[in-house]
């Protein structure tokens, strides 16, 4: 395990520095270089994305509570919250009709043929994944194994086969049978038909260089790190020209761009040191800046957005690296930024001995966050190994008591709803995972299941929800 984690950080130190013709990345970029390697590793996502989805989450200027019942915090008190009750009535249920046909595919769960009647009824919380095989190598499962397979998901957490070996990662969906993808072996964008499972590429936008790539969270944008070590963003709607946004990112920025909420920004340096600034793009009037998001004399990580114009952060002593945080030695800290300019950085909390801190999170709608959180104490984890999650509205903390998958956790958000995926290991490739949609408003829970038996399975590899 050791031996393959070094080896996979030499690997993606030496291609930043040899992208960069020569110049050696700065010790924030190696070091960011480092936890993105790492926290890769745990979070096991499709391969083939370009992009990633935006990610961050907020925590409270009081306590975190776990949504698997945390031990409660000292000198703290949680604020009700209101009962979740599941609704036990599942929503577009399909017609009846002539039985089900099983389909079988070895590593796979139970699953049925998708057909019209099943097409028709798709509706608001339907989830679209793609079933991966545990650490990418499908050749493990045996005889007649595929590399990967379309599922779709019915509320209830009926399994519906729609292809196998689809060459696509599944952008934002509407739950119509004409499917948003990036395909292409990631380079294009194109259309799956949940009819045939057929994926059609779409024409590439007049414009764009032939490194350009589409960011997977996004309909419209396209990202492109260079050669030449600097970075660009381009949008591209109604299917129209590319339009320039900004060039002259920082280096390895533009590809792993977080976009807020109504995707007006985008933020590109989503860590600093040394209070250094972070590069804010602007996504409507075009052009880039740099912003002081963080403290002086910090180290700072980004959480997530809070809001369209509002990042926040985890901000420790630079002189103390150590992540996460076993004591308040580095005196921790949350910070909201301004991404306007208008307001200087504002500490909202100074973690104490026995708080949760936040780690790697998403932003919900009606301004509600979550995300993965740890304690602070002596038996911390690393960063990639959370096992909880707390939802945070109005700056208040509410506790969940649902049917959330055992693990260490790992955030999505997709169609309104929080995807939560539970691995049974911490690091390493080799791990299984269940992917769990909760709907916040109605408390209910789709489940998506690895595949049976103790050896290599298939896994949901971030699922996308119809809204």
Not at 227 to 236: A, L, P, R, V
Not at 312 to 326: H, I, K, Y
Not at 356 to 362: A, S
Request: aromatic share 4%; hydrophobic share 40%; net charge negative.
């Amino acid at each position: 395990m050791a031996e393959d984690l070094t080896a996979r950080l030499t690997r993606e130190l030496d291609v930043a520095e040899g992208r960069l013709g020569g110049l050696v990345p700065d010790p924030a970029t190696r070091a960011a270089v480092v936890r993105r390697v790492r926290r890769g590793r745990a979070a096991r996502t499709f391969a083939a994305a370009t992009g990633v989805a935006a990610v961050g989450a907020v925590v409270a200027a009081a306590t975190w509570i776990g949504v698997r019942a945390a031990p409660p915090l000292p000198a703290t008190t949680p604020t009700p919250a209101p009962s979740v009750t599941p609704s036990s009535t599942p929503a577009h249920t399909p017609t009846p009709t002539a039985a089900r046909v099983a389909v079988e595919r070895p590593g796979m769960p139970p699953m049925v043929a998708v057909d019209d009647a099943v097409l028709e009824s798709v509706g608001s919380g339907w989830a679209l994944t793609l079933y991966v095989a545990t650490g990418g190598d499908a050749s493990a499962l045996g005889p007649g194994a595929v590399g990967n397979v379309l599922v779709l998901a019915s509320p209830d957490g009926q399994l519906y086969w729609v292809g196998d070996d689809v060459d696509a990662v599944i952008g934002p969906w509407d739950g119509s049978p004409q499917v948003p993808v990036v395909t292409g072996g990631g380079t294009a964008r194109g259309r799956l038909d949940l009819r045939t499972g057929d994926v059609t590429e779409l024409p590439r936008p007049a414009g764009l260089p032939a490194d350009a790539r589409p960011l997977r969270s996004s309909a419209t944008l396209w990202t492109a790190d260079h050669d030449n070590g600097k970075g660009s963003i381009w949008t591209s709607d109604g299917g129209g020209p590319a339009r320039l946004v900004a060039d002259d990112l920082p280096p390895y920025t533009a590809s792993t761009a977080v976009v807020n909420p109504g995707e007006t920004a985008a933020l590109v340096t989503t860590w600093s040191v040394d209070g250094a600034p972070s590069r804010v793009v602007d996504l409507v009037a075009g052009g880039s800046r740099d912003l002081a998001l963080g403290l002086a004399g910090t180290m700072c990580e980004l959480v997530a957005w809070e809001s369209a114009t509002t990042v926040l952060s985890v901000c420790g002593d630079s002189s103390f690296e150590a992540r996460p945080f076993s004591d308040t030695t580095g005196r921790p800290r949350l910070v909201r930024g301004d991404v306007t300019g208008s307001s200087a950085p504002v500490v909202l909390r100074d973690f104490a001995v026995g708080d949760l801190v936040p780690v790697q999170g998403v932003t919900l709608p009606g301004g509600r966050v979550a995300a993965t959180a740890y304690a602070i104490g002596p038996d911390v984890l690393p960063e990639s190994c959370m096992d909880r999650v707390g939802v945070w509205r109005d700056g208040a903390m509410a506790a969940l008591d649902a049917d959330l998958p055992e693990g260490y956790v790992s955030l999505g958000v997709s169609g309104g709803r929080l995807v939560i995926t539970g691995r049974d290991q911490c690091l390493g490739d080799e791990t299984r995972s269940t992917s769990v949609v909760l709907d916040l408003m109605s408390g209910r829970t789709t489940t998506l299941p690895p595949g049976p038996g103790d050896g290599a399975v298939m896994s949901a590899s971030a699922p996308v929800v119809a809204p």
